[in-house]
């Protein structure tokens, strides 16, 4: 298959590398979306990635209990420069040059965060992971990707979930549900449709940046979505008129 993007953004969230395990990381799924990655960078893309840390711990999740908010929030970011570390780990064992850069300060395990530096690995075929989300509280690791994809000039954002894309309604709880195969972000956020924050959503519209919803999970899918099959999950962007698939 032949790529239709040359610099691409995965958005993966945390509760991705737990697997079937009810917390923290499975490093067999971590080595799958490490196969899975290679497979699109042998293809001549140049990939970064944004890792969420919900699998460890979360900011407004119910682990966080009566801690402050902020605090919280950057605990969320440590747990997110662990997974990093563990998919970079998954990856350079498949012989994937990698690096993680962090939006907060962790010389021992990342490089800070610089924006050319970050564009230099890319041109040079390396994997950049971006950890500790914007390095702020208050703010999601989904405006991370959306922000890190503009900063580094990404054709798209790719956002890794566990359904085939968006739907009308929760597909796990109302099977009447129908996907979306285009929409806008405009009704993405009229119709309160829980893909990525709001913040992370108007981003993307101000800079015209396209986000692709798939199951990460179907082996082979994000090959698809780099070759441009808008079949396995839902396509956002400006001018797309919402079209729900059976």
């Given at each position: 298959m032949k790529p239709v993007f040359d610099r691409i953004l995965l958005k993966l969230s945390g509760e991705a590398l737990m697997g079937g395990q009810s917390y923290g990381i499975d490093t067999a799924v971590a080595e799958s979306v490490a196969r899975e990655v290679k497979a699109v960078h042998e293809l001549g893309v140049e990939v970064a990635i944004v890792v969420g840390g919900g699998n460890i711990f979360r900011g407004v999740s119910k682990s966080a209990g009566?801690?402050?908010?902020?605090?919280?929030?950057?605990?969320g970011m440590l747990a997110t420069v662990m997974n990093?570390?563990?998919?970079?780990?998954?990856?350079?064992?498949?012989g994937v040059y990698t690096r993680v850069m962090s939006a907060i300060d962790i010389p021992q395990l990342a490089e800070p965060f610089i924006?050319?530096?970050?564009?230099r690995h890319l041109e040079k075929k390396r994997v950049v992971i971006f950890a500790a989300g914007t390095g702020n509280p208050y703010f999601t690791t989904d405006s991370a990707a959306a922000l890190r994809a503009c900063e580094i000039g990404a054709?798209?954002?790719?956002k890794a979930?566990?359904?085939?894309?968006?739907?009308?309604?929760?597909?796990?709880?109302d099977p009447t549900a129908k996907r979306f195969e285009r929409i806008s972000y405009q009704e993405?956020?009229?119709?309160?449709?829980?893909?990525?924050?709001?913040s992370a959503i108007s981003l993307c519209m101000d800079n015209d940046l396209p986000i692709m919803v798939f199951n990460m999970?179907?082996?082979?899918?994000?090959?698809?979505?780099?070759s441009g099959d808008l079949s396995i999950g839902t396509l956002v962007s400006l001018n797309?008129?919402?079209?729900?698939a059976n």
């Open positions: 009566n801690m402050d908010r902020a605090a919280a929030d950057y605990i990093a570390v563990v998919l970079q780990d998954a990856l350079e064992k498949l924006r050319r530096r970050a564009i054709n798209v954002i790719f979930t566990k359904v085939d894309g968006i739907y009308t309604a929760d597909p796990m709880k993405v956020l009229e119709k309160h449709l829980k893909v990525m924050d709001s999970k179907e082996p082979g899918n994000i090959i698809k979505a780099v797309s008129s919402a079209t729900g």
